[in-house]
């Protein structure tokens, strides 16, 4: 008998139910539970980037395909490659076309970095807590932009977020202010919670969803009055004909007024500079 109650005893330790909530990744990840891990999502960094004293923040978004030019030339060697051995191949031909599309975007890694280098450098003090560059922590522009504020010795933010396709942090993020998601819709809470500014490069779906939700927000005046700044005019004009959704009647011809242009890392810099009346708050040492 004694010998029961003790086995009974260690299948009761061992038990999931016996486990503090806390400490059990099975029950936290029951469908019930989305409400509290919605939740927690919130809440960590909230508290994390409250800690570390960032009051303020400049968004960039942009393509995870623009990488650096050496990576892109490389590509399209690859890519010509290829098609030499199957000429005739139209998968091949178009491999190659999309290839030589990208390298001609090089330029806009190099110019996140810049950009970010530039916000970093004037506006990181002591602790940099005002304007601190936050991307969607992946390849391509979103590291460029962390790039440039490690290059200048400033804290950078990375929200990442678990994906089909696993996708590793890039290694430029400051290691305390890079966070991974599983919801999209908090991500995106963060992006614009202390946004100062968005200047989103040339992208894809994913860029163009962040776009729109910003600049939905703005139009109906649910968030804080931000400058949105694409940058490099002729792709977006390509992507997007906002003209025609005033023209058709569809948005207002103020609603024109929610969007600026830059071709410059310091022509995006000064939009910013002139919207906030040049305010740019450094931390104060501690």
């Keep these: 008998m004694k010998g029961e109650a003790e086995a009974n005893l260690q299948k009761i330790l061992n038990s999931p139910s016996y486990r503090l909530a806390e ?18 999502e919130l809440l960590k960094p909230e508290l994390t980037l409250s800690e570390h004293c960032i009051r303020s923040t400049i968004v960039v978004f942009g393509s995870t395909q623009i990488v650096e030019e050496a990576e892109l030339h490389r590509r399209v060697e690859l890519a010509r490659l290829k098609l030499r051995r199957a000429p005739d191949d139209p998968r091949l031909q178009r491999e190659l076309q999309r290839a030589e599309r990208l390298e001609a975007k090089a330029r806009y890694y190099n110019a996140a970095r810049q950009f970010a280098n530039l916000v970093s450098t004037a506006c990181q003090g002591y602790d940099g807590c005002d304007y601190v560059v936050i991307t969607g922590g992946g390849p391509g522009i979103m590291e460029a932009a962390n790039r440039g504020a490690f290059d200048a010795g400033a804290k950078s933010i990375g929200l990442n977020i678990t994906l089909p396709a696993e996708q590793v942090p890039n290694p430029y993020i400051t290691p305390d202010l890079c966070f991974q998601f599983h919801y999209f819709a908090l991500r995106k809470m963060h992006f614009l919670l202390r946004a100062k500014a968005l200047v989103i490069f040339p992208g894809g779906f994913g860029t163009l969803d962040e776009l729109f939700d910003a600049l939905t927000l703005r139009q109906t005046r649910r968030m804080q009055e931000i400058p949105i700044i694409l940058f490099g005019r002729e792709y977006w004009d390509r992507v997007i004909n906002f003209e025609f959704l005033a023209d058709e009647g569809t948005i207002d011809d103020e609603d024109l007024d929610l969007i600026d242009y830059a071709e410059t890392p310091q022509e995006a810099w000064d939009i910013i500079q002139r919207f906030h009346q040049n305010r740019c708050d450094p931390c104060e040492p501690r």
């Design 23 to 40: 400490h059990d990744p099975a029950f936290l990840e029951r469908p019930e539970l989305r409400p509290v891990r919605l939740q927690l």
